[in-house]
């Protein structure tokens, strides 16, 4: 059973990241079920993570909320917490541009015992639907933001231990000197 992770909560309308209109987080988390189920996954950045793949059919669902960055592009940059715990980082937004079709979306689980070790599990369920990313058509390879992949490589609060190869860094870097989300 797959149950709904309040981090994943804040992904709603104007957050800067991938939300639906149309679909509630519990019908989200049946849809990675079923997906998940038939196959339609692959293994996370560690053991007890997993990328599950939206079925085409419901993608347009789902709104992207990245723009390419170009010369004319408007930056903001804020010091934000997701949460009173952990650290606080730089965010940046684009002011202007036009979101980018979804091509994909992705649905991130995890299961009990990993969200488990810092007690952020939120239901009894296996696996827990913890983030929705609507991948911008034509991007095959979408990484982990690096502040994430930080927090995780140094066990800060609201990560969850991982190790990463210096490839997988620069290609994180990379992109998100390319893609930015919209505010």
Known sequence: MVGVNTFVLRQIQDSGKTFSESMAFDEIAIHAESQMKEGHYKDGYRDGVRIVQCEDTFVHHFYC?????????????????????????IQIRALNGDPLSAGKVEFILYRRDVLAENNEQSTNAEWELISIHAIPEGVDNFPMEPVTMMRNQLELVGGTQAEYPSKEWAESVSFWQKYVALK
């Open 65 to 89: 909320p990245f723009t390419k960055i170009t010369q004319e592009t408007n930056l903001e940059a804020n010091w934000v917490k997701r949460n009173e715990d952990e650290e606080a980082y």
